[in-house]
């Protein structure tokens, strides 16, 4: 089965750092544009930053520029986002998306900023 | 950042009848490469979203023909001919001919 399985979320103090990990099955992460999506609760989809097959290229939305990191290990056939100076507003559950022959989401972890 | 705008946000439909959603862009997403990248997706209920649509109207692998996508420039449709319980969820539309690439604030499709 093709799938991304994400890990590394929990609860976090506002200012406080997270990575999240997302590792392919039978969807190989070194071919493809990877990206990551969140949706806080309630609400709908916001596309979070992107990173190009040859892991170089990046792009964030403007409202985490500066404090996420997207990344991605070949070897592995993982994407990563490092999160840190979290806000309330970061909340959300953070879904791992590549883009391949197929779209393919994982099933998501979620992410609490709170005091 | 290009605004993307659902309408309307909430669908009644009956089952067996067709299903229209409407997603305008604040900008024409015409590509310089000449492509159209508009995307839709459907998100059911406690689901990760699913790729419906690629290019305005090219249908991901395993999508039912009953969902359709048309459009051009600022204005595209995602079209469902004959609506099924299983295609309760929220629609999004999200445009990647631009960085950042936005999603729509969605349409919520049910019953009637």
């Known amino acids: 089965e093709v799938q991304l399985v994400e890990s590394g979320g929990g609860l976090v103090q506002p200012g406080g750092s997270l990575r999240l990990s997302c590792v392919g099955s039978g969807f190989t992460v070194r071919n493809s544009w990877m990206s990551w999506v969140r949706q806080a609760p309630g609400e709908g989809l916001e596309w979070v930053a992107n990173v190009e097959p040859e892991g170089i290229e990046k792009y964030y939305v403007d409202s985490v520029k500066g404090r996420f990191s997207i990344s991605k290990d070949d070897a592995r056939n993982s994407l990563y986002l490092q999160m840190n100076s979290l806000r309330v507003d970061d909340t959300a559950v953070y879904f791992c998306?590549?883009?391949?022959?197929?779209?393919?989401w994982g099933q998501g972890t979620r992410v609490t900023v709170s005091s | 950042d290009v605004v993307m705008t659902h309408s309307p946000l909430s669908l009644p439909v009956t089952l067996g009848q067709p299903a229209s959603i409407s997603c305008r862009s604040s900008q024409s997403l015409a590509h310089s490469d000449g492509n159209t990248y508009l995307d839709w997706f459907q998100q059911r209920p406690g689901q990760s979203p699913r790729h419906l649509i690629y290019?305005?109207?090219k249908r991901e692998s395993g999508v039912p023909d009953r969902f359709s996508g048309s459009g051009s420039g600022t204005d595209f449709t995602l079209k469902i001919s004959r609506v099924e319980a299983e295609d309760v969820a929220v629609y999004y539309c999200m445009q990647r001919s631009y960085w950042p690439h936005t999603f729509g604030q969605g349409t919520k499709l049910e019953i009637k």
């Open positions: 998306v590549g883009w391949s022959t197929e779209n393919i």
């Open positions: 290019q305005v109207s």
